[in-house]
């Protein structure tokens, strides 16, 4: 571990900066197959939900990239290549070859309701290890992906 401007001690840090290297893994995994939904979407609902992949992907790449951040402020490293995240990842892999609309919307759907359950874990770490702020960075990203869950859950009337 680096030294850091956070107050805590160097165990609560690394503890911290472990489990979000786990999400930047998840994060950065489902990034890629928002994307990949984003441009083989095909079918009626093609219209709204190709721009709404689209939204979802901007916002966890900003996500990914505050989370690996945080890590490095609280004096560790991030990890990220696509190699490291293809063997770290907790979401399962997505089968590329899906087009249709409703499809993708379940895929991502049940994806996304895994990454907010890792989330929700990161954040009981962060606060057993009084670490606000990284409460509060993971909280905002649990409200945002919970709103995406709700329009791909209400989209298949599930
Ligand atoms: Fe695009």
Redesign the pocket.
Known sequence: MYRSPSHLSETARKAVADTLNERLADGLDLHSQI?VA??NIKGPGFAAL?PLF?TFAIGLAAHNDTIAERAVTLGAKAFGTARYVASHSKIPDYPQETTRDLEHVKLLAERIEAYLAGCRASRTVAEQNADTDSVDLLTGVISEFEKHAWFLRASLDT
């Open positions: 994307k984003h441009w190709h689209e």
